[in-house]
Each structure stands twice: as structure tokens, then as C-alpha cells.
């Protein structure tokens, strides 16, 4: 069973840099893709990127350019660095392991404008 605990969510001003950070447990890390995804108040939870077992990304076109995704599967942590954030960023980011309907609980990003 796969439990993931996001975090390093916080209030940052228009054009500031967060990053993101999702700690997995389980067995299985290493051997499956990744995802972010984020809920803005009133919207559904839309796909942030995706980064496969093998290091590959794929991003949503609204953040592409401004986010990153990485791993370290030493660790069982995936990463989200986001820079030139906007306030219509904000949202509630979660992790999520390809294949698997398992969420965490999620870490708040607010951008002020």
C-alpha cells in the first residue's frame, strides 16, 4: 500500500519560487511515474506534470517553462519546483502515483498578487 505526505506549501508573493516536495512509502517508488496535481477553490483537480520511473517530464501547458518536476528514488521523494508563480497558481498540490487512486492530503500554495 502506497501513502504519500506532500508539503513545503506556502504564501509567496507573484514571481516567487516554491518548491514542493512528496515523500512516498512503499516498495513500488522507483518503478512508477509520478504525478502533481492541484485544486484551485471551486475548480476541479487538474494535472500540474507528470515525471516517469526513468526521469522523463511532461507538463501542463499553463506551467510549462515555469515548473519542474524531479526525483530522488533513494529517498521515495518527488519533486515540484515552481518559479514566476501567479496568483492563479494557487491552489491545493498533491502527489499521486500513476495507476494508483491514492492521494495525500495535499499542501496549500497561495500566491499573493
Known amino acids: 500500500q502506497v501513502q504519500l505526505v506532500e508539503s513545503g506549501g506556502g504564501l509567496v508573493q507573484a514571481g516567487g519560487s516554491l518548491r514542493l516536495s512528496c515523500a512516498a512509502s512503499?516498495?513500488?517508488?522507483?518503478?512508477?511515474?509520478m504525478g502533481w496535481y492541484r485544486q484551485a477553490p471551486g475548480n476541479q483537480r487538474e494535472w500540474v506534470g507528470s515525471i516517469t520511473s526513468g526521469g522523463g517530464t511532461d507538463y501542463a501547458d499553463s506551467v510549462k517553462g515555469r515548473f519542474t518536476i524531479s526525483r530522488d528514488n533513494a529517498v521515495k521523494t518527488v519533486y515540484l519546483q515552481m518559479n514566476s508563480l501567479k496568483p492563479e497558481d494557487t491552489a491545493v498540490y498533491y502527489c499521486?502515483?500513476?495507476?494508483?487512486?491514492?492521494w495525500g492530503q495535499g499542501t496549500q500554495v497561495t500566491v499573493s498578487s
Open positions: 512503499g516498495s513500488i517508488f522507483g518503478r512508477v511515474s
Open positions: 499521486k502515483v500513476a495507476g494508483i487512486n491514492t
